[in-house]
């Protein structure tokens, strides 16, 4: 018998980041100034910070070692060659453009791709993909697996496609209409959920047949290999880097935010395999990023991110990573907290409406509990849900999202074992005293993504 199963870190703490730590008091001042709105909180008024995982890595000490080496010429630095190099070893696409981050990637790759009238299947919509994929005269269409909106199903890949839904949208526009299917790896906005290597296979086969192209959308690629490796049959043996390769290898294209995955602040690229989109993406980036070998990028960055994408592919890194996310869900499912199932790779997604099942959708109530964590703890959470979903662009109305969460996210290689105990024990509290909490209601509402900068005030 064997007592060890710790997901323990592969690394040690060199340098220490101090923590402002503040009173029930100096919270509920803060929120208020803020609107009711997490994003719009400062950095210093919070305790634990599990707004995002991104770009709130710690590099390592050789991701620092790294920064020293920049080449900051303005074109052909070395440090863009490692990159190209690194992606190429890890992702396997040919041709990379460097980006200031994931959504400058997915401007050109829309521009380029996409025309007026097209329909963009995906598997489940992200903020800005969705966004560059209308401004760029696109209709996203949701051809995920109804698991997926369903926070108690246990389905051990809700990040899977759907191809039924996928061929019936084939059948009803025609595959001239349909540019490429954006597949997302650990998908966000459905809890960090992965896709099987199985059902990748199979929409590869039917956009073959089509003629249609796979974008992915691969900011979290090595934490879907994880879970490959430990759920799917077949792949415990492979390590996650080979994993990796073989999902990338299954796509065309690909936009990349480095500030999840590939263990930086700052960043992104651009990926294909297609001379045609590299040509016109090389024509772009200098319009919109930089030149082709930066992008936005400063060669130090290029460099702490070449070391980043090594690192991220290492299983012990991966163990640990989702293992940390993993311990946080199960203490919550503990404390009778609802939770979407399974937990995810790089957060934790509460349930809001059964959270809170006393609020209506229209009174924000995964909006009106992140502001309520905030005030128990100091602990910074995000809405997905109806605030983040935006309106419809024909009626006007609240888009109607299923999911109503509060995501607790995980900065990589950030936080502790104690500080996801003081997580789980104060989202427990606000728990206790779920019935005295009232909804919110908008004061302000910005047009594009509303949800970074919304203001709102609590409902009498
Ligand atoms: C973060 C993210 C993006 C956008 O990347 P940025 O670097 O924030 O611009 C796109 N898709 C997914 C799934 C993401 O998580």
Same mark, same amino acid.
């Given at each position: 018998?064997? #007592?060890?199963? +710790?997901?323990?870190?592969?690394?040690?703490?060199?340098? %220490?980041?101090?923590?402002?730590?503040?009173?029930?008091e100096?919270?509920?001042?803060? *929120?208020?100034?803020?609107?009711?709105?997490?994003?719009?909180?400062?950095?210093?008024d919070?305790?634990?910070?599990?707004?995002?995982? =991104?770009?709130?890595?710690?590099?390592?000490?050789?991701?620092?070692?790294?920064?020293?080496?920049?080449?900051?010429?303005?074109?052909?630095?070395?440090?863009?060659?490692?990159?190209? $190099?690194?992606?190429?070893?890890?992702?396997?696409?040919?041709?990379?453009?460097p /980006?200031? &981050?994931?959504?400058?990637? @997915?401007?050109?790759?829309?521009?380029?791709?996409?025309?007026?009238?097209?329909?963009?299947?995906?598997?489940?919509?992200?903020? /800005?993909t969705?966004?560059?994929?209308?401004?760029?005269?696109?209709?996203?269409?949701?051809?995920i697996?109804?698991?997926?909106?369903?926070?108690?199903?246990?389905?051990?890949?809700?990040?899977? %496609?759907?191809?039924?839904?996928?061929?019936?949208?084939i059948?009803?526009?025609?595959?001239?209409?349909?540019?490429?299917?954006?597949? !997302?790896?650990?998908?966000?906005m459905?809890?960090?959920?992965?896709?099987?290597?199985?059902?990748?296979?199979?929409?590869?086969?039917?956009?073959?047949? #089509?003629?249609?192209? *796979?974008?992915?959308?691969?900011?979290?690629?090595?934490?879907?290999?994880?879970?490959?490796?430990?759920?799917?049959?077949?792949?415990?043996?492979?390590?996650?880097?080979?994993?990796?390769?073989?999902?990338?290898?299954?796509?065309?294209?690909?936009?990349?935010?480095?500030?999840?995955?590939?263990?930086v602040?700052?960043?992104?690229?651009?990926?294909?395999? $297609?001379?045609?989109?590299?040509?016109? !993406?090389?024509?772009?980036?200098?319009?919109? @990023?930089?030149?082709?070998?930066?992008?936005?990028?400063?060669?130090?960055?290029?460099?702490?991110?070449?070391?980043?994408?090594? @690192?991220?592919?290492?299983?012990?890194?991966?163990? =640990?990573?989702?293992?940390q996310? &993993?311990?946080?869900?199960?203490?919550?499912?503990?404390?009778?907290?609802?939770?979407?199932?399974?937990?995810?790779?790089?957060?934790?997604?509460?349930?809001?409406?059964?959270?809170?099942?006393?609020? =209506?959708?229209?009174?924000?109530?995964?909006?009106?509990?992140?502001?309520?964590?905030?005030?128990? +703890?100091?602990?910074?959470?995000?809405?997905r849900?109806? %605030?983040?979903?935006?309106?419809?662009?024909?009626?006007?109305?609240?888009?109607?999202?299923?999911?109503?969460l509060?995501?607790?996210?995980?900065?990589?290689? %950030?936080?502790?074992?104690?500080?996801?105990?003081?997580?789980?024990? +104060?989202?427990?509290?606000?728990? $206790?005293?779920?019935?005295?909490?009232?909804?919110?209601?908008?004061?302000?509402?910005?047009?594009?993504?509303?949800?970074?900068?919304?203001?709102? @005030?609590?409902?009498?």
């Amino acid at each position: 018998m064997t #007592h060890r199963k +710790s997901w323990a870190e592969p690394w040690k703490i060199k340098m %220490v980041e101090h923590l402002t730590m503040t009173s029930r008091e100096d919270r509920i001042k803060a *929120i208020e100034e803020a609107g009711y709105n997490t994003f719009l909180l400062r950095s210093d008024d919070v305790y634990i910070d599990l707004l995002t995982d =991104s770009g709130t890595n710690a590099m390592s000490d050789r991701q620092w070692s790294g920064m020293m080496l920049g080449d900051e010429a303005y074109a052909g630095s070395r440090n863009f060659y490692h990159l190209e $190099d690194a992606i190429r070893e890890h992702y396997s696409y040919k041709h990379i453009i460097p /980006t200031h &981050q994931g959504r400058g990637a @997915e401007h050109m790759m829309s521009q380029i791709l996409i025309k007026d009238g097209d329909y963009l299947p995906g598997n489940m919509y992200f903020t /800005t993909t969705r966004l560059h994929q209308e401004l760029a005269g696109g209709t996203f269409v949701d051809v995920i697996i109804d698991d997926a909106h369903d926070t108690e199903s246990d389905h051990p890949f809700k990040g899977n %496609v759907s191809l039924e839904k996928l061929e019936d949208l084939i059948n009803k526009v025609g595959a001239e209409k349909i540019p490429y299917v954006c597949l !997302a790896t650990a998908v966000n906005m459905a809890g960090g959920q992965p896709i099987s290597m199985g059902n990748l296979k199979e929409v590869r086969e039917l956009t073959n047949k #089509h003629g249609i192209d *796979i974008v992915h959308d691969m900011t979290r690629v090595a934490e879907n290999a994880w879970l490959i490796k430990e759920r799917e049959p077949g792949y415990a043996d492979k390590s996650v880097k080979e994993i990796v390769f073989e999902i990338c290898s299954l796509t065309d294209h690909a936009t990349m935010s480095a500030k999840k995955d590939p263990l930086v602040n700052i960043g992104g690229f651009m990926a294909t395999n $297609d001379e045609d989109v590299y040509r016109k !993406a090389q024509n772009m980036v200098v319009v919109y @990023e930089g030149l082709h070998t930066y992008g936005g990028m400063a060669g130090r960055d290029m460099e702490a991110l070449a070391i980043g994408i090594a @690192e991220s592919v290492q299983d012990d890194h991966m163990r =640990s990573r989702v293992g940390q996310t &993993q311990y946080l869900g199960e203490k919550l499912i503990k404390y009778g907290v609802p939770i979407v199932n399974p937990i995810g790779s790089h957060g934790v997604f509460l349930d809001a409406k059964k959270f809170l099942p006393h609020l =209506s959708q229209d009174v924000f109530p995964a909006q009106t509990l992140a502001a309520e964590i905030y005030i128990e +703890s100091g602990v910074r959470s995000m809405e997905r849900g109806i %605030v983040s979903a935006g309106r419809n662009k024909e009626t006007g109305d609240h888009n109607r999202p299923n999911l109503e969460l509060v995501r607790l996210t995980l900065p990589r290689r %950030v936080y502790t074992q104690a500080h996801m105990d003081v997580v789980a024990e +104060s989202i427990a509290d606000v728990y $206790d005293r779920r019935a005295e909490i009232t909804g919110l209601k908008f004061t302000y509402e910005p047009e594009y993504l509303r949800f970074f900068q919304a203001r709102f @005030e609590p409902i009498a």
